[in-house]
């Protein structure tokens, strides 16, 4: 991100701003200062130029310079108005050696949950996949995973959701905590789930080549648009600004990837499963216990009924209504 240009966005995103004075101000010649208006121009952003100088009559729609400018996190991004899978796309650009690139879209056609599910990804969310080469081993990559649902919860939280993480890679909007409806069934969701994580990798040797993390969340969509049992921003608070909303994102999980062990700590303060009673399918069989703790890298400790911890690194997780 060019700091000149973003300045020169702040110093005319309210009075306007004549080019020599401008200039003055950010230190730079008055060449310098049409060519960054003109690259704003390229990008999307509506600049008008008038007697009393430039002004900002205009934020650019959703799309990658959008979000790259003003990103505080060292991402290229890369926009699809449609596109199969943000995945599929960041595996591509995985293997051709990209990193730190964003694949961002507003409507997937083609996207995958965990185990080939189907992901509803109609025009409005937010759906992106970025392409990583962290210096891990492989068996450290589930971090990653839990820094995204970190940093969704956060960003959600600050939209005023009041999102919780369910272990491994939902993010859900508890409603019957909320509303202190313990009845009916044994077993439920959780809540509903306003966004979900497809983390996918390649390594060998103890080391990991990339990493891609794919991030859905369901933003401004309506619940008609959705699986059931599905939530949105849209329903929880109303529409959101999709660029700042991205930028955000990308810059916390930008802070947590740094330090993946702080990650899994985040992840448990936020998070809706520990302390609770829970059944996970994993590919090896069914435990029943109750969640104590997630052990770095992002194992589940489940305690069961005869007084065994086991970790637990993948599955699906139900949570159980008390006995
Ligand atoms: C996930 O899988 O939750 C991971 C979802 C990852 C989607 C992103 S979008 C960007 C990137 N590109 C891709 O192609 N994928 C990633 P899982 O835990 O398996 O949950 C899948 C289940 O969630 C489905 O079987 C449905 O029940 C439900 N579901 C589908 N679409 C949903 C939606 N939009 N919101 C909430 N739940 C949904």
Not at 105 to 128: H, Y
Not at 155 to 166: D, H, L, P, S
Not at 274 to 283: A, D, I, N, S
Not at 298 to 322: F, M, N, S
């Amino acid at each position: 991100m060019n700091d000149t240009r973003r300045a020169v966005l702040e110093a005319i995103s309210e009075d306007p701003v004549a080019g020599p004075e401008l200039a003055d101000r950010l230190g730079v010649s008055r060449n310098a200062v049409w060519k960054h208006v003109e690259a704003l121009r390229d990008a999307g952003f509506e600049i008008a130029s008038g007697d009393d100088g430039y002004r900002l009559d205009g934020a650019p729609e959703y799309s990658g310079p959008a979000v790259e400018y003003g990103l505080d996190a060292d991402f290229a991004v890369e926009y699809h108005d449609a596109i199969g899978s943000t995945n599929d796309r960041a595996r591509e650009l995985a293997g051709e050696g990209a990193r730190d690139v964003v694949v961002l879209a507003d409507e997937q056609t083609g996207s995958r949950g965990r185990l080939d599910r189907e992901w509803s990804a109609p025009s409005g969310g937010i759906w992106l996949s970025a392409v990583l080469r962290p210096d891990l081993p492989p068996a450290h990559a589930p971090a990653l995973t839990l820094a995204a649902a970190v940093a969704m919860t956060d960003v959600a939280r600050e939209a005023g959701v009041n999102a919780e993480i369910k272990w491994p890679n939902d993010i859900l909007v508890s409603e019957a905590r909320q509303s202190g409806d313990t009845t009916d069934e044994t077993a439920d969701r959780g809540g509903k789930k306003l966004a979900g994580i497809l983390t996918e990798m390649e390594g060998e040797a103890g080391q990991v080549s990339w990493v891609v993390v794919g991030v859905g969340l369901n933003a401004n969509v309506s619940a008609d648009e959705l699986p059931e049992g599905a939530t949105s921003i849209r329903e929880e608070v109303g529409d959101v600004d999709r660029r700042v909303f991205v930028q955000r994102l990308l810059e916390r999980f930008d802070e947590l990837r740094a330090d993946p062990e702080t990650a899994v700590e985040a992840w448990r303060d936020r998070s809706a499963t520990l302390g609770q009673r829970v059944r996970v399918e994993t590919p090896t069989g069914e435990i029943v216990g109750e969640a104590i703790d997630v052990a770095f890298p992002g194992a589940l400790v489940i305690e069961t009924d005869d007084g065994e911890r086991v970790h637990v690194h993948a599955g699906d997780c139900e949570h159980l209504r008390p006995v």
